[in-house]
């Protein structure tokens, strides 16, 4: 099932949430998949999908260039990122 957040909710579920609703996701938290997309430099988000096992996070970084990251939901381990 596909789930997507706009950059609102994803704002609101980070700073409100209690850890049981960050873990909507089967296997995987939302939480630490932003934590991981921001260590790699993503910091506006404008979209964040969750399907097939993994975190599908769109972004840009703070020049404004965009960045597309997966992150599996289970170990938060960083699949696959593009840049612009």
């Not at 704002?11 to 997309?37: K, M, Y």
């Not at 979209?47 to 170990?75: L, N, P, S």
């Amino acid at each position: 099932m596909r789930t997507l957040l706009s950059a609102a909710a994803i704002a609101s579920l980070i700073g409100f949430a209690s850890p049981a609703l960050a873990d909507f996701a089967p296997g995987g938290s939302v939480h630490r998949a932003v934590e991981t997309a921001r260590s790699f430099g993503m910091v506006g988000f404008n979209e964040i999908q969750y399907f097939d096992g993994k975190w599908e996070i769109q972004g840009r970084d703070i020049r404004g260039k965009d960045i597309h990251m997966d992150v599996d939901a289970i170990t938060g381990a960083v699949i696959k990122v593009d840049r612009d």
